[in-house]
């Protein structure tokens, strides 16, 4: 990692001072249907008057690059739930791979710097607007937006939202929509598991990766392949994966073809370049890859244009002559650009259902306030999460600042939370109070 600038410690903190007039928007509704109009700018109206002033704080790309690039920054503006939104006070957001690359410039679905991130967080419903029938002051929500859910308080459109289940905490439920969803809808909207299929799936410590293993243990003799550093290995197979394949030492295609010749079913490829033809060698007749990231374009905080060419030059190219022999599939999938919006709601139903039936249980590895951005974020790039990485907008608390050093020895610890649905189940009672109030 020969180009990462020296690690932040923390982000300074910006205060503006001058209010802004218009309360902001944290996004273009994530996905924005292709169908919907957009809704032409609000002309000043009467209600304006009764927007309220709040301050509350937000982390800001303010450019491309380093970790410094995400400012914590202290607004006043004068917010209100209009027509059909939400005024959420916001609890915990989950980080995801998406925004280290949207801070180096290489995630296209989010808008120029600057720019609030966060496309999912929960938080406490404190205002409905008008129209809105089936939420109300008090709600415990998900939301899931396309940016700018990184802040204390949001308005957010009320149908981007869903009731978190009583069990669930403000943690868990910031941890799930984006990984869950991503996993359930190419394990079986595109690839259509069935039982006694075989997948590989990569990064398989990670959000998405226990994701996946969680949701193939729902259908019966699945084998799960997955790829991840050695340290994880244990916790990984703890949480229900078959085959556990240390990448960064072992031919991982060997590995696989020694323990299953005759290859997979499906494989889940973030990685892209000579990893796409890794996978799309490994599938059996009538099996299916599906691309949803570029992870290996990701060497260090800064954009790394080799890697990127390295990736790009070694993509998966097949004319669609040797796609009809090769009798395999390839799909992508990029959750940012889904316009079928109905599909993520009863996909959202079916997942919160499945929690409640204890069958699937986010694991979170760390959480980090605002003012710790960075080191949430070099977390996950440095390789370190077993599970899913929190931002929680509250300050933290003089009482928890550890000293540096015991800082660093605590990051080595394994993290606490339990490794699957199971172990989940025997820390119930406790976990789920965890962090409701
Ligand atoms: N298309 C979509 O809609 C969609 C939605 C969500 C996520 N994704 C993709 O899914 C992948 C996983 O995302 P996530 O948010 O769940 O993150 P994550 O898996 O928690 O990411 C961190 C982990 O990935 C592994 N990793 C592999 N290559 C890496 C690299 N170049 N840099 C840093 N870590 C790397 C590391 O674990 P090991 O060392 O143990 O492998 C690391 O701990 C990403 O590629 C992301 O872009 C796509």
Redesign the pocket.
């Known amino acids: 990692m020969s180009n990462e600038e020296a690690p932040i410690q923390q982000q300074q903190v910006d205060l503006e001072k001058t209010p802004e007039p218009a309360e902001p928007k944290p996004a273009e509704p994530h996905p924005a249907p292709a169908e919907e109009p957009q809704q032409p700018a609000a002309a000043p109206s009467a209600d304006d008057a009764q927007e309220e002033s709040h301050t509350f704080r937000a982390l800001v790309l303010t450019g491309h690059g380093g970790y410094d690039k995400i400012k914590l920054q202290v607004k006043t503006q004068r917010m209100a739930a209009g027509s059909g939104e939400l005024l959420v006070r916001v609890k915990a957001c989950g980080l995801?791979?998406?925004e280290l690359?949207g801070r180096q410039g290489l995630y296209d679905a989010l808008a120029s710097p600057p720019v609030t991130m966060g496309m999912e967080c929960s938080g406490v419903v404190e205002a409905a607007g008008e129209d809105v029938e089936d939420r109300k002051a008090g709600d415990r929500v998900i939301v899931l937006s396309s940016s700018g859910l990184w802040q204390e308080l949001v308005v957010v459109a009320a149908d981007q939202t869903f009731l978190m289940p009583d069990a669930m905490s403000f943690q868990e439920a910031a941890a799930l929509p984006?990984?869950y969803l991503?996993a359930h809808m190419m394990l079986f909207e595109m690839a259509n598991l069935r039982p006694g299929k075989s997948v590989l799936v990569h990064?398989a410590?990670?959000?998405?990766?226990i994701a996946a293993t969680q949701l193939c243990q729902t259908v019966p003799g699945v084998t799960v392949f997955g790829?991840?550093?050695a340290s994880?290995h244990e916790t990984i197979l703890q949480g229900g994966l078959s085959h556990a394949i240390d990448y960064r030492t072992k031919d991982y295609v060997e590995e696989i073809r020694n323990i299953s010749p005759a290859g997979l079913d499906i494989v889940l490829d973030?990685?892209g370049g000579s990893d796409t033809n890794k996978g799309f060698g490994l599938l059996k007749p009538m099996g299916t890859i599906v691309v949803?990231?570029a992870?290996?374009c990701?060497?260090g905080q800064k954009k790394n244009l080799l890697a990127i060419a390295k990736t790009w030059y070694n993509q998966l190219s097949i004319s669609t002559m040797k796609l009809m022999q090769a009798n395999k599939s390839v799909c992508g999938?990029?959750?940012?650009y889904m316009k079928d919006f109905s599909l993520i709601r009863t996909t959202m139903e079916t997942l919160l259902g499945l929690y409640t039936e204890g069958k699937i249980k986010p694991r979170i590895d760390s959480t980090y306030h605002f003012e710790e951005v960075a080191d949430a974020m070099r977390r996950?790039?440095e390789?370190?999460?077993i599970g899913k990485v929190l931002l929680l907008p509250e300050p933290k608390k003089e009482e928890e600042k550890v000293p540096e050093k015991e800082a660093e020895k605590e990051e080595e610890k394994p993290a606490e939370a339990p490794a699957s649905p199971q172990e989940e189940e025997k820390a119930k009672p406790e976990e789920a109070k965890e962090d409701q109030g």
């Open positions: 995801n791979f998406a690359m984006v990984n991503t990064m410590a990670g959000g998405v990766g790829t991840a550093s994880k973030p990685l949803f990231g992870a290996n990701v060497t999938f990029h959750l940012g996950m790039q390789r370190q999460n």
